[in-house]
């Protein structure tokens, strides 16, 4: 062996060592139990500080990662808006149990599921839980982290598989039930739509893929026929192919799965090809700004939406009323609703966290199987909790007309409406 | 680029070569000066996840660990074939799905899943690599790309596989023996996960970093440079081009298949769109802002791709001109976007043969600056 190998072998000796004995900073001993007092009551014990809640400070501190930038940052960014409102509302109030503060910290995901779990583990040590996540894909990455953590979180998103999952808190109606919803709702306004013929034009997603389960589920159960299932990509802006053989169908109803940002061209399409049919659209973001556009008038005339809320300038619902002093100049949108709702679902938890006296990750996870249901201010169906494979997500969805004059163009047609033809278990 | 910054430093100066057989065969390390970084660089593998506690940081550091394989493997089908590849994110999810196949549907241990991404991946790259030899430059680059759109689509039609659209969780374990890298203990002391998995990622770097430094000792690795140099005048000296193509393609690829699969466990969710076109790019620009051609190359460059974005947005936050989060404005987002940016261009007008000619430049200064005059 050389000098100079002998001198490299002697250097990773030394830095193994070294590094060994510096371990010590960043490992834990195997026999720490950190776990808290398990025999005194609730009622006796002290709430304990844990990660993100500090009982001297009397701050709790809840994370929310979203969207802030890219595609789909204007729909995140309103959901925060919504999110803010109730939690300063809350505050105001004095707080959680009236006197723990709730402080909100943000990460930006760029929906993106990798940077999800980065953003996650930057702010786990600071934060309770998730009073949002932005994206089935980033739930999904994030659960297998919160499991090993016994860590929580609310999502934004509507995958049904979600509502069984012991880390997540469900919130919101599935994708399915919308569909199943907004059928019925058609079926019950006019006898025709009992026979016509219902397509798709989805994205090529796993969102396409439950609008699309949601369709069949339903046309089968009130016997409608069904025709061509069109796809595109997410970015995609020419639909002339796809509205072509929509209309080559004879396609009566069309229900679309797809985003605001692909909304105008589809709307472009089927002006140009003077195809009309009715069609049915999941939530609308942008729904402001479509207002003063070209497509406004058809968007009118053939398209009814789904989604959370009630009537948007009805102050007799309590969250519209609360969202509308919140907002101020701005104008309600319904990502406003979906951020409030989960404010809504993160308080009512952390609230009941408090009284069982226990604000950890695995307290959190307790609290919410104690929790029967969660009731979201008139904005929309109750979630039934209990143990997570007896939890149930809302089944009532607002149908929304649009109308330029409206607030955000969405006039609610049937607030809280739940399809008499029921539901699959799966949704 | 000169074959000189092409070749790595074990290649490049004739001074360090010494005979074996009658050809010149480089040595692995010229210089105490090289043996000492290599040195220190597996002493940290083990400094860096045992003092380091951030599971944050430790996250970052694994993700560009993987970054670093994936693109060591590109580096030896552009930086030392020169065959310009827009596909390797296709080979990293063989990789990944393959290692969620074998290590969690089939439930086989982490000896025999790890392999087994790479082989699968290697031979994907073996097929492909025939199509190389009649395609050069540009085009090679659009056949490639091609590949990610195909590997999309085919991994969202076999959900027994992949999970489909909705993707799937990684459930292969990654234990080695007695070693369980998601819950290391040493003694009375127990390590994160994210520890664990740093020294998993790094180790793995290390051996391919050797593989690969080796190969391009290699009378095959040295046809793919010779081919990569001037591929008429290296067939003229014997150079089979077709052996030599398909030696690259399976090397890259199988390197990437490893790259792949240590991502799925570090993930632990995958799903058809993590392997697009994207992360192809991202590749790319790791290598080429490293140093195309360069053992070390590919390591620097996933450093800088996987950090500057992180340190730009810790710092932003603590910029009074920054907007608060949700509002119209300058984000942390777009600061990092506009600071990255901005540093690529800068580094490759200043150095386009990357970081590691700034590092080499570095040093030569400094040495100078020691010596006598």
Redesign the interface.
Known sequence: MSHHARKGFAAVAAAAALSLVAAGCAAQSSDDDDTPEGGATAAERELAAVPGFDPAAGVIKIGDILALSGPISATAKEQLVGQQIWFDKVNEQGGIAGKYKIELITEDNQYNPQLTVQAYQKIADEVVMLSGVLGSPSVKALIPLLDRTDALAVPSAQDPSFAKDPAVLPTFPSYQTNVTNAVSYLVSQDEKFKTARYCQLVMDSDWGIAVSEGVAWVTGKIGAPTGTIQKFAALDTAFTAQITALKNDNCEVVVFGGAANNLPSVVAAATQLDFQPQWIAEFIALATAFKTSDIAPYLTENMIFTGPGAKLDDESVEGIRNLLAGLGDTEITVQHVYGYMQAVATTTLLEKAVELGDLSGPGLRRAATELDSISFQGLGGDVTLGEPEERVLPRATTIYHYNPAAPSGLEAAAVGYQAPEGFDDHF | MTSEAAAGPGASAPSAAGAAGGILVPRLTQS?RS??F???G???I??V?????S??WL??LN?VGVAAIAAVGLNVLTGYAGQLSLGQSFFVGIGAFSAQYFGGSLDLPMVLWLPLAGLLAAAAGGAVAPFALRLRGPYLAIVSLSLVFLGIYIARNIPSVTG????T??EATATLGPIDFERP??G????S???GMFLLTWSVLAVVLLLVANIMRTRAGRAMQASRDHDIAAEVLGVRMLRTQVNAFVVASGIGGIAGALLAVN???I?P??FDVALAVQYLAIIVIGGLGTLFGPVLGALFVGLVPVLVDEISGSLPFMSE???DGL????LT?ILYGSLIVLFLTLEPRGLVQILRRTSVWLRSRRSPR
């Open positions: 105490w043996r000492l290599i040195v220190l597996l002493a940290l083990v400094i996840p045992t003092n380091v506690g599971t944050y996250t970052v993700g489909g659209y909705n993707g969780v990684v203990t040493i009375g002391l127990s390590f996960r994210e520890q993930l632990e969710y799903r769109e993590n989060a949700g509002s984000s942390t987002t777009d976007l």
